[in-house]
């Protein structure tokens, strides 16, 4: 049976800190930000965050500390552990006591440190919580005077009352396994709460990795991967029975990866969940991408269009015929550029089909098709029926051989516009991709009307600053091509707070916009290296993801480093 802990909201009325009603208040607003129950109490003012961490150390059973203390302070062993662990984790040696190393840290749900902790210095750990801010000022000299007050540990997603219920379901002398189908069951209510609580935190992934001791929980927020929670391992088959089911997998299969959807109502909105279940050494790990009915109708301008190449992309989709093709790594936002180009054009006089694998949103007006291999419904079956159904516009999920590529192309000699998307690092390499696959050169020359690569980049919340001389890394400058004298006073630092603690909300795409013209033609026909496309390409006007990357800088939409992230490897011109 597991040990009964209190909840933080109690040990807080106990100590006399808050009352009930508070305690109501705090739950609340954390349930409607997404936030930790102690970050939403200190955002109110109703606690201090030295009074959330004295109660977490109680509900915890570790003992807590203030490291301003003159005899604490003199506990303090900076030689224990190695600098850059102290630094990465924020952790800080505090000597030892009956063969135990005391460690200060300052969230005591994760695990995951203190097991590192443990096999790096070969010893059991004997952890002590401390704030934030103290450890960080000790470790890097860094006062937390400037910085926002830092947020308290966020509370476990396993609370109290679901560790006792699975306990009490689980009767391990008759070999019961947790219900997963009952909504009052306690792993459903698990379940539902990480779906409710990663909708409403911006996320786009949602990632259950079992782990050998335990099962790690990730959401990720703006591209960036962060952790969110370590679930029981003894949680790990019901939590995937669950989502297997909710998904409408093999919940008895596990051998091989499935695929599955979800769709569930978060706030009276309809969101769905892509579900994607894979075979790994200590069971399956699940991702779920959450696909929100809004995301890609969010306006073109609001996609991160600069106003000239929002003029020129206007005008391509509205061309009769020909290939559009947007390119980029997984993740960097094709899919929504296409889709919202296809909400402009959705239009009672267009005859609009789809060919995806797999349909991601649905349209209305929209004839989408979901791309079934297993049963020989695949992408050039799909074309060549779409070409009998005399469509104006075509769009096509991925062009990833000859053979889907040459129908596309002939869909486009033949009077259709055609949206496609291509993994390629920037535009003009879409022009020998498609050769490098056995498409004829000639057909690539004149079928491909534009290519568009494009790339996301985090954007700053609206407590950005103007960032100082100090802030400004000439490195990340010299990346993308921008002098120091023309950066002062135009560029923005993020600035973390309590609600938005990267300093970053949202994120828009930065384009390269390749036009074709004769020459690019030429070049193409006569199989020219992408370089050589490359120089034409800029010669003639082309705006590379660097130099559309630095407007964005210079008008405070993000910083340096998040053009310098994604855009570098160009070499600037």
């Not at 961490?53 to 003199?74: F, P």
């Not at 009672?348 to 789809?354: A, Q, S």
């Amino acid at each position: 049976m597991a040990r009964s802990r209190k909840k933080l909201g109690e040990i807080l009325v106990a100590q006399g800190v808050i009352n009930a009603d508070q305690v109501n208040e705090g739950v609340k607003k954390a349930q409607q930000d997404g936030i930790r129950t102690g970050e939403a109490l200190v955002e109110l003012g109703l606690c201090t965050d030295h009074q959330v961490l004295k109660a977490l150390a109680v509900q915890h059973g570790i003992k807590y500390v203030d490291l301003t203390n003159e005899k604490i302070a003199k506990l303090i062993d900076k030689e224990a552990i190695d600098k850059s662990v102290m630094k990465k984790h924020l952790v800080l040696g505090m000597g030892k006591s009956g063969g135990k190393m005391r460690v200060a840290i300052h969230d005591p749900n994760d695990l995951q440190v203190l097991d590192n902790l443990r096999f790096v210095l070969n010893c059991d750990i004997e952890p002590l919580l401390a704030t934030k801010a103290q450890l960080k000022e000790i470790i890097t000299g860094e006062s937390a005077g400037a910085a926002p007050t830092p947020a308290a540990p966020q509370e476990s997603l396993v609370t109290d009352s679901i560790d006792r219920s699975i306990d009490r379901s689980v009767d391990r002398s008759m070999d019961k396994s947790i219900d997963v189908s009952s909504e009052d069951s306690p792993i459903v209510k698990l379940v539902n709460r990480v779906l409710d609580e990663a909708v409403r935190m911006r996320t786009s992934d949602i990632h259950i990795e079992p782990m050998g001791d335990r099962v790690r929980l990730r959401y990720r927020v703006d591209g960036v991967c962060s952790e969110r929670d370590n679930l029981p391992k003894r949680m790990q088959n019901a939590v995937l029975s669950r989502l297997k089911l909710m998904a409408g997998m093999n919940i008895s299969e596990k051998r091989i990866p499935q695929d599955g959807r979800i769709k569930i109502y978060v706030d009276d909105v309809p969101i769905d969940f892509r579900v994607s279940a894979c075979p790994a050494y200590h069971g399956e790990s699940v991702v779920l991408r959450i696909l929100r009915p809004d995301a890609v109708r969010i306006g073109l301008t609001n996609i991160g269009f600069e106003p000239e190449n929002l003029e020129v992309f206007n005008k391509i989709i509205k061309r009769p015929n020909g290939i559009f093709l947007v390119t980029g790594p997984t993740g960097s936002g094709k899919t929504t550029t296409l889709y919202s180009a296809l909400d402009v054009l959705n239009r009672p006089d267009k005859k609009i089909i789809t060919a995806e694998d797999p349909v991601e949103y649905n349209f209305d007006g929209i004839n989408q098709c979901q791309i079934r291999e297993d049963i020989g419904f695949d992408f050039p079956s799909v074309l060549r029926s779409m070409l009998r159904q005399a469509p104006n516009v075509i769009l096509v999920g991925e062009i990833r051989d000859r053979e889907v590529g040459e129908i596309a192309i002939q869909a486009a000699l033949t009077g259709h516009l055609v949206f496609s998307t291509l993994h390629t690092n920037d535009a003009p390499s879409a022009m020998t991709r498609l050769i490098d696959m056995g498409i004829k050169p000639f057909l690539v020359a004149s079928s491909v009307q534009a290519v568009m690569a494009q790339r996301l980049v985090r954007v700053l919340a609206d407590s950005k600053q103007i960032a100082e001389e100090s802030d400004l890394d000439p490195k990340y400058l010299k990346l993308i091509n921008l002098k120091l004298e023309d950066a002062l006073g135009k560029v923005y630092k993020p600035v973390p707070t309590a609600d938005i603690p990267t300093g970053f909300k949202g994120r828009k795409a930065v384009f390269e916009m390749m036009l074709m013209n004769s020459e690019i033609r030429d070049l193409t026909f006569n199989k020219a290296q992408a370089s050589d496309i490359r120089k034409a390409a800029l010669a003639s006007g082309m705006k590379a993801l660097v130099d559309d990357g630095r407007t964005k800088v210079l008008n405070g939409v993000t910083t340096p480093q998040e053009i310098a992230r994604v855009s570098q490897f160009e070499g600037g011109h």
